[in-house]
């Protein structure tokens, strides 16, 4: 069903569904797993069903561009170059494609076209000294950013408002595949080469959540096999480790806790992969296919900090790849330093405030750590 038909039909079923499954999750909840529903567990609850019956139409033509208008109408104070945009056409080298591939002619036709957009930049920054946030949005490589993450990046700024903040528009994917991986990663690694080649940018921190949290990762991982400058730091908050390895087990357990609805997760996974066989390769499904040499060298190079919720699906992911990471190069990465976690927490959950207020949002020990990592030197 497409169109405004679809849109009536997805309203009519979550006006029943929402206050049903708050009764049952809540009972299930309370009984199975000896927790009371609260306003944040109806939250989550209440968006799982949104989620899950969310259809295409909607994505493509309700929520993405309301989330644009959302998130610009956002007020945020000292926000100088709020959304100006800038676009490049950047020419990646030959063998790029092939790295990331793992076949061996590919090859690039063109330059790859990126589009920048400043969430904030003093008028006297300094490119060559002064910290720069490269930030990779999340949305299971479907959505663009939510306007909650605007007031994310927002709590950020007021925290260190010494730091400049731009974020990648990358391409978005959906249901014919017109846009797969690899194509948001060499997107990323533009925005990376227009930043620091381009335009001298030399203290930078990547910042991702969710599917943006896999980019940066990859895209680590991509700057270290390439022999390219790395960054400082990097930071990822709930990475999608694995987008097309899925752990069903911890799924079915988690999916009551969490606002992720299995079905979209798979069904996301599948719009980003190209094909089955790619199922090896370590720039997508990155926990997977941990890469012992490569992320030993990373973290030499890069201070990462992983944060995630012990709510989210993607706990046993995650952890599993922070355990990966520590012996790798322990010295470099360790449980005290590196990570971070939000103990009841939901997936991103540092993103999901609606207001700003960084006096509540420091609240939380997860935020505080993250503040912590971004302004240590
Ligand atoms: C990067 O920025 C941080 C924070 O302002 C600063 O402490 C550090 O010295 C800068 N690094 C370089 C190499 O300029
Ligand atoms: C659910 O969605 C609402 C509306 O956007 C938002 O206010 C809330 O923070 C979300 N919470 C979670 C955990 O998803």
Redesign the pocket.
């Known amino acids: 069903m497409d169109g405004y038909a679809s849109i009536i039909w997805f309203s009519i079923k979550c006006l029943f569904l929402v206050p049903i499954n708050i009764i049952k999750d809540g009972l299930v909840l309370r009984f199975k797993h000896g927790r009371l529903l609260n306003a944040?567990l109806i939250?989550?609850i209440?968006?799982r069903t949104?989620l899950a019956h969310s259809s295409e139409y909607l994505v493509d033509c309700l929520v993405n561009p309301y989330m644009k208008k959302s998130g610009d109408a956002t007020y945020i104070s000292n926000c100088p170059h709020r959304n100006s945009i800038e676009h490049a056409n950047i020419r990646l080298r030959d063998n790029d494609l092939a790295t990331v591939t793992g076949t061996a002619d590919a090859q690039f036709q063109n330059g790859i076209d990126v589009q920048m957009r400043w969430f904030v930049k003093s008028n006297t920054f300094d490119p060559k000294k002064d910290p720069v946030i490269y930030y990779m949005h999340g949305g299971g490589f479907r959505f663009r950013e939510?306007?909650?993450m605007i007031v994310f990046l927002g709590h950020i700024h007021e925290a260190y408002p010494e730091e400049a903040i731009v974020l990648v528009d990358y391409t978005l994917t959906s249901r014919i595949k017109e846009a797969v991986f690899p194509q948001q990663l060499l997107e990323c690694l533009a925005g990376y080469e227009w930043l620091t080649k381009e335009n001298g940018y030399q203290n930078v921190t990547l910042l991702g959540d969710s599917a943006g949290g896999n980019l940066v990762l990859s895209l680590l991982e991509l700057l270290q096999k390439s022999a390219r400058p790395a960054p400082k730091k990097a930071a990822v908050i709930s990475p999608w480790v694995n987008p097309t390895v899925h752990d069903e087990e911890v799924f079915a357990k988690q999916e009551i806790v969490d606002?992720l609805p299995i079905v979209k997760i798979l069904e996301w996974g599948e719009y980003y992969i190209p094909g089955p066989e790619y199922i090896n390769n370590p720039f997508l499904d990155v926990e997977h296919n941990f890469d012992n040499s490569v992320w030993e060298k990373v973290l030499e190079r890069t201070d990462l900090l992983v944060t995630y919720g012990g709510d989210e699906m993607f706990c046993d992911q995650v952890k599993r790849f922070i355990e990966k990471l520590k012996s790798s190069n322990p010295s470099k990465f360790s449980a005290e330093n590196n990570v971070a976690v939000d103990k009841l927490g939901?997936?991103t959950?540092p993103l999901?405030?609606?207001k700003l207020n960084l006096k509540n949002w420091l609240n939380y020990n997860i935020n505080r750590e993250l503040v912590r990592f971004l302004r240590s030197s």
């Open positions: 944040d939250h989550r209440a968006n949104f939510i306007d909650n606002y939901a997936h959950s999901f405030f609606t």
